[in-house]
Each structure stands twice: as C-alpha cells, then as structure tokens.
C-alpha cells in the first residue's frame, strides 16, 4: 500500500517560473520549473535503497476553469535529474 511505504516520508517540493498557456478562455496548460527533496528511514528506502532523493525538473500540469475558480485537471512530472544516497539520521538531527 502506498500510504504504508511513505509514512515516514519527508517531502519538500518547490515549484518556480509556471510558463502559462491560455489555451480558452476556461483552460489553460502550465509548465512549472521543480526541484524537490525526499527523506525516508532505512525502514521504507527509495528504489536502490537510498534514504535521500534530490530531484529537478518540469510539472506539465492542465487546469480548468470552473464556477467556483481555477481547479488542477491533470498532473505529471518529468525529471531532469536525481542525486540519492543513503544516509544515516533523520532530518533535524534525530537518529533512526
């Protein structure tokens, strides 16, 4: 189960410069430049065993207006680059 495999998953995930596309006047396609970080225990690693994940790249992201406003209708990431690695520790200093 998914929630299982990350449940001690720390994430940050930040996304910069959308590039915007009208493409009527209630939908839109938007490309948002990404970089994110994922920390996990040794009890739940990312594929290979790694405990840490920098990843770059692009959200391709389409939205929809609709009465109540500007909603996300779809999402998929691509990935430039990942840098991962196991470490030892938790983030803020604890230890696992």
């Known amino acids: 189960m998914v929630s299982a495999s990350v449940a001690d998953q720390v994430s940050v995930h930040h996304g910069h410069m959308p590039d915007i596309e009208f493409t009527s006047d209630t939908t839109a396609k938007v490309v948002w430049a ?3 970080r994922l920390y996990r225990s040794p009890g739940h690693p990312l594929g290979g065993g790694a405990t840490w994940l920098h ?3 692009h959200y391709h992201e389409t939205y929809v207006k609709l009465d109540v406003g500007w909603r996300l209708q779809s999402s998929r990431l691509t990935r430039l680059r990942v840098e991962s690695a196991t470490v030892i520790g938790q983030p803020g ?3 696992a």
């Open 34 to 36: 990404m970089e994110d």
């Open 55 to 57: 990843g770059f790249g």
């Open 93 to 95: 200093g604890g230890v």
